[in-house]
């Protein structure tokens, strides 16, 4: 349990670490605010339909007696708001990573230099990075699809679908925005998809105390935005103390595969 509470401490540390450079603050800022636009025009929407939409559901339940219909209908249509937030925090990162590559490259390695020592270096041009981070985005959300498929039919387990199934949502949400947003730090380290979940696998609360906190916070309107920025500065704290303790305690990131990583270029700073 004491990984939970370290996952969120370095959500803490990256937060502390943009107040302290503002101008690196505000450099972070500008991806969030071009894609919260779009997002909340579709929260919006979500939250005018979804009642609609629980309704062309739920046929079955159009001849149920008071209060069976509203409580099943109310649970569903609270659950479909629920996953919608649950699918929108992890495609708004991906998207708003993707969007701001640069600028969030650029806060990462910062932040690293800041650390002292070496700043992994990926070797790639930028277009290849952003292909690279676009190719595995598509790849964690469909992963994330198929978890709220499965999510969104146990819902209609009665209790236990408005109240567990929320919760694992938001674990599962947790889980992967770490990913996402560690993603920035390990891609330089040449670690890929496989290696980096693997990575959080092994340390899963940690991963969940950073996460899930932050999907938390994500649900009031624009702190998604103004916390990005040292998100992706804590983000890179935590995964350069998984992936670069001394070597003599870890095995290499392939390890798990019977593989080793290839090793990243670096730059002295």
Request: hydrophobic share 50%; with cysteine; charged share 15%.
């Amino acid at each position: 349990m004491s990984d939970l509470g370290a996952g969120f401490g370095y959500l803490m540390k990256g937060q502390r670490w943009v107040a302290q450079h503002g101008r690196w603050f505000g450099f972070g800022l500008l991806p969030g605010l071009v894609t919260l636009v779009v997002y909340a025009g579709a929260l919006i929407g979500l939250g005018y339909g979804a009642d609609d939409l629980v309704g062309w559901a739920t046929p079955f339940a159009d001849d149920w007696s008071s209060p069976w219909q509203g409580l099943l209908r109310t649970g569903l249509t609270a659950l479909v708001f629920v996953l919608g937030l649950f699918l929108a925090v992890i495609t708004f990162t991906a998207v708003t990573l993707l969007v701001g590559q640069p600028f969030y490259e650029s806060l990462s390695e910062e932040v690293e230099r800041g650390e002292g020592g070496e700043v992994p270096e990926s070797g790639l041009p930028l277009w290849r990075e952003l292909w690279i981070s676009a190719c595995d985005s598509v790849r964690i959300l469909l992963r994330v699809a198929l978890y709220g498929i499965i999510l969104f039919a146990c819902g209609f387990i009665p209790v236990a679908g408005q109240t567990v199934v929320p919760v694992i949502g938001f674990c599962v949400s947790g889980f992967f925005l770490a990913e996402e947003l560690a993603a920035v730090a390990l891609q330089r380290r040449g670690m890929v998809l496989k290696d980096r979940l693997v990575l959080l696998r092994g340390r899963r609360m940690l991963a969940l105390g950073f996460g899930v906190p932050l999907v938390l916070s994500f649900l009031v309107p624009l702190v998604a935005v103004f916390l990005m920025p040292g998100a992706v500065a804590g983000a890179t704290l935590l995964a350069r103390d998984l992936a670069d303790p001394a070597p003599d305690a870890r095995p290499g990131p392939g390890a798990a595969d019977g593989g080793a990583a290839p090793a990243p270029r670096t730059r002295s700073v």
